[in-house]
């Protein structure tokens, strides 16, 4: 849901290990989530999609799941490198009609690779 | 081809001033959505536009305005500016109005002083 507090929650990983950042989204109606990730001073960068007909997704050295009975997603990154030290964001769109494109998107989650 | 890009990049204001962001999409996106990121937290909603009319708008008061031009360029404009508007402005393009990927700039960041 909306994103709240200062304190991102932080997964702290070895080089080479895989990945999995969680999220809980809020609106049982929304039917499309990205997952981005954002550096230090830049702006979101689009990862993966994924839309509620689906319940995984495979990209390059990602791979989303999507469980709808418990409004989770879950981003899998296999073999993390120290370049994918970011914070990761996932966002939902709750399909308001009207066409719009509102993104709801999460806490974040700092991830910290360790060489 | 170029990405989203957003100008300026960096910006100091003082209270009550008014500021205006801008903002230009992928070529052949129609979509260009705002959002307001304060230090720590996801992004939020401001605005969306789709083939210049606003499709959506967040929880933002009516400080806050935007409208996007023919070529789908858009700008952002922030009247009677307060220390609490200090944060990332950040521009997405999408290439149709819904649930399609929205691409980021690297956003604007306003100082608030």
């Known amino acids: 849901g909306e994103s709240v507090g200062l304190h991102l929650p932080t997964l702290s990983v070895q080089e080479g290990d895989n990945s999995i950042i969680n999220c809980a989204y809020s609106n049982s109606a929304s039917d499309y989530f990205i997952w981005y990730k954002q550096e230090s001073g830049k702006g979101p960068q689009f990862i993966i999609d994924i839309r509620s007909n689906m319940d995984k997704r495979q990209g390059q050295r990602v791979t989303v799941l999507l469980n709808k009975t418990v409004k989770h997603l879950s981003l899998q990154i296999a073999a993390t490198q120290p370049g994918d030290s970011a914070v990761y964001f996932c966002a939902e769109n709750p399909n308001y009609g009207g066409a719009t494109n509102k993104l709801i998107f999460g806490t974040g989650t700092l991830l910290a690779v360790q060489p | 081809d170029a990405g989203v890009t957003q100008s300026p990049t960096h910006l100091i204001k003082t209270r009550g001033q008014q500021v205006t962001l801008r903002c230009s999409p992928i070529s052949g996106h129609k979509s260009v959505s705002w959002y307001q990121q304060v230090l720590g937290q996801g992004p939020q909603f401001i605005f969306q536009?789709?083939?210049?009319?606003?499709?959506g708008r967040g929880n933002f008061p009516d400080r806050f305005s935007a409208r996007q031009f023919p070529n789908y360029s858009s700008e952002l404009n922030v009247n009677a500016l307060l220390l609490g508007d200090s944060a990332l402005y950040l521009c997405a393009s999408s290439s149709t109005g819904l649930n399609t990927e929205a691409f980021f700039g690297q956003g604007t960041r306003l100082t608030v002083v």
């Open positions: 536009y789709y083939e210049k009319e606003e499709r």
